[in-house]
Nanobody, 119 residues
Framework: QVQLVESGGGLVQPGGSLRLSCAAS????????MGWYRQAPGKQRELVAA???????NYADSVKGRFTISRDNAKNTVYLQMNSLKPEDTAVYYC?????????????WGKGTLVTVSS
């Protein structure tokens, strides 16, 4: 069984920074793409940033230049460094990973971590 566990959320003032982490554990052969999504109250879940196993990245336009996604393949961990945070970044942030397990290639999600940007 595979688990994704996020950490690092919390309350931060506008202009501040947070770093989210997501660690995958379990019966993992390899991990392909990893990413962060977010869902604000009353809105659909949206992609924030993604990174391939080779390190290629893509970002939502709303976070370009402020957020940085990275990963440590040896630790099966993906990070999201969030700088210059804005109130509109407030959301539950979910980790996603495409993981190769004994049964094949499957999508996994974390339970989410809340980020609140407010003064």
């Amino acid at each position: 069984q595979v688990q994704l566990v996020e950490s690092g959320g919390g309350l931060v003032q506008p202009g501040g920074s947070l770093r989210l982490s997501c660690a995958a554990s379990g019966s993992i052969f390899s991990i392909n793409a990893m990413g962060w999504y977010r869902q604000a109250p009353g809105k659909q879940r949206e992609l924030v940033a993604a990174i391939t196993s080779g390190g290629s990245t893509n970002y939502a336009d709303s976070v370009k230049g402020r957020f940085t996604i990275s990963r440590d393949n040896a630790k099966n961990t993906v990070y999201l460094q969030m700088n210059s945070l804005k109130p509109e970044d407030t959301a539950v942030y979910y980790c996603n990973a495409r993981i190769v397990v004994p049964l094949g290639d499957m999508d996994y999600w974390g339970k989410g971590t809340l980020v609140t940007v407010s003064s």
